[in-house]
């Protein structure tokens, strides 16, 4: 198993970090006192006051900047395996591409338009 | 090496869970949560097939990358059409959204 | 099939996925399931790693829990909707248990095993040593001959997506 092989560091990794988190909660849980007040349990301490609860409804617009980050997400995504092959294909790949990101940009303008992309 | 029937077993495992998630619950979020998990279960499905049967054609990846992109597109429009019944009728339990149910 | 390093973590994997899916169908609070959700997300992409798909994992890991996730995140702080914690399942939700598990009989049972199960032809099937790099894919996705057509309406598909997205989910005023 090749694949599998080469992320074995990457396992080593995800293991040890468990392991640590656990380790250093364990021991701060076992050992170390436990005495809450007001003060210390407040979200930012020695920081600012929170102005609410967190649980309040939040403006649309940050859902729509997640959309327009999601879809452009997907597009590098596709482009990298193209920038991969980029220099084997020539010509017609970036034709391709060409036509791609043409239609993508179809919607970008329409967001431009629409005023997605600014805040106020 | 593990047998395929095996992947077979978690994709189905998978699938079910995210089927039931879809059949019993309220709320709408919940409701896409469990297709996502359907959407997982079925690139399990395409990948492993792919990586057993035939690896020597890219179908079974480029599948599974273009499951990416419909869950992608589906989360989003999914995710505002929510956010639009919200706004309209304040509630996101899909028993209240029964405007065509007469 | 022999206990090796490689099942053991196939079945880690797998308890990672499964775990989080029931998490995400079980959970009251939405942002708990979704943390479950993006737990399970975490399995898939370790199983795409096992069959040796690592450009899928690595989509998984950055579309999935980095877009999707937090998409979902999002609209369930927009709906306010984890405050309302009374009745998470509709009536009808003994009914979709049994549904739910007897699909899953009828997969394992009818398909699974007869097919592809221990003792069947396929069993012995074997994956194959060969690597489909990213290189693989790039040329199934730009070659004429492969899956040129597709890429494309792929990129119509997202702006559909991204055009009906802005006009239903953006404010009146």
């Not at chain 2, 480029?62 to 869950?71: G, K, Q, S, T, W």
């Not at chain 3, 390093?5 to 939405?30: A, E, P, Q, W």
Request: net charge neutral.
């Amino acid at each position: 198993m090749p694949t599998f092989d080469e992320f074995a560091p990457i396992g080593a990794l995800l293991i040890l970090s468990v392991v640590m988190v656990a380790l250093i909660t364990i021991i701060s849980r076992l050992f170390g006192p436990y005495r809450p007040s007001l003060r210390k349990t407040a979200p930012y301490e020695s920081g600012m006051k929170p102005i609410g609860p967190a649980v309040r409804r939040f403006p649309v617009r940050f859902y729509l900047i997640a959309v327009l980050f999601i879809l452009f997400d997907i597009e590098v995504v596709f482009m990298l395996p193209w920038a991969v092959v980029f220099r084997q294909l020539g010509l017609f790949a970036l034709i391709e591409m060409v036509i791609f990101i043409a239609i993508l940009l179809v919607g970008y303008f329409y967001a431009w338009r629409k005023g997605a992309l600014e805040w106020e | 090496m593990v047998p395929l029937w095996m992947y077979l077993f978690v994709a189905a495992a998978l699938f079910c869970i995210g089927a039931y998630g879809v059949f019993a619950r309220r709320n709408a979020v919940a409701i896409l949560m469990g297709i996502e998990l359907m959407l997982n279960a079925v690139n399990i499905n395409l990948v492993a097939f792919w990586r057993y049967q035939t690896p020597f054609v890219m179908s079974g990846q480029v599948f599974a990358a273009f499951v990416f992109v419909v869950a992608a597109a589906e989360a989003a429009v999914g995710l505002a059409i929510i956010i639009s019944i919200y706004r309209n009728r304040r509630s996101v339990i899909v028993e209240d959204v029964d405007l065509l149910k007469w | 099939m022999e206990f090796n390093i490689h099942s053991i973590v196939f079945l880690i994997f797998s308890v990672i996925t499964l775990g989080g899916g029931l998490g995400t169908v079980t959970s009251r609070n939405l942002i708990h399931g979704a943390v479950y959700l993006i737990v399970s997300l975490f399995g898939v992409a370790g199983l795409f790693i096992l069959l040796s798909a690592p450009f899928l994992a690595a989509i998984q890991v950055l579309v999935y829990i980095g877009a999707i996730a937090i998409l979902i995140i999002f609209a369930v702080m927009l709906t306010r909707s984890m405050t309302r914690m009374t009745e998470i399942y509709n009536r009808q939700w003994s009914l979709s248990l049994v549904v739910s598990a007897l699909l899953f009989v009828l997969l394992l049972v009818g398909i699974i095993l007869p097919v592809w199960g221990p003792g069947t032809a396929n069993a012995a099937l074997q994956p194959s040593e060969l690597v489909a790099t990213t290189v693989d894919l790039g040329v199934a996705f730009v070659d004429g001959n492969q899956f040129v057509l597709p890429f494309e309406v792929a990129s119509l598909l997202l702006t559909a997506a991204m055009i009906g997205a802005i006009v239903i989910a953006r404010d009146r005023d």
